[in-house]
């Protein structure tokens, strides 16, 4: 509690000095004191603290089905090829031969087709799911489920 509150400070000095125009462009962007203070929530939070220390490699190596593990190529939250690396590797040492791991090329967090990959460009984009994407899945599936 004490180290968000002193985080919780700093922000709201630092936005106190900010002149307007970096203000502007701070709301505009989506962000705001408000937002910034439940982000803060958010990382100082058990949950967040959690899953920054959780190593999902010894579940990984248990699992025997088939497996397919796709990131977009311009996801900014998990990137693509350490974790997509990551899931091999452990897929591998827990003896699973079955396993589809791939980057997705101009795609976001989402599935998205992006420019940037940025979460704040999430709701400007007009596509819910690329159709490349969903075509991948949708075959492997059927490959899977030898339909």
Known sequence: AAAQEAISAYFQDEWEQMDEAMKTAFRESGSSPDQLKL??????????????????????????????????????????????????????????????????????????????GAPSEYAHIEETFAPSAMALISDWIRKEAAL
Do not use: M
């Open 39 to 116: 982000r803060l929530k958010t990382l100082v939070s058990p949950w967040f603290r959690y899953f920054l220390n959780y190593d999902p490699a010894p579940t990984l190596q248990k699992v025997a089905c088939p497996v397919l593990a796709l990131n977009g190529e311009k996801d900014l939250q998990v990137p693509p090829k350490e974790n997509l690396d990551a899931i091999a590797a452990a897929l591998k040492a827990g003896g699973n031969k079955d396993f589809t791991v791939q980057e997705l090329s101009g795609l976001n967090h989402l599935f998205q087709t992006a420019e940037t």
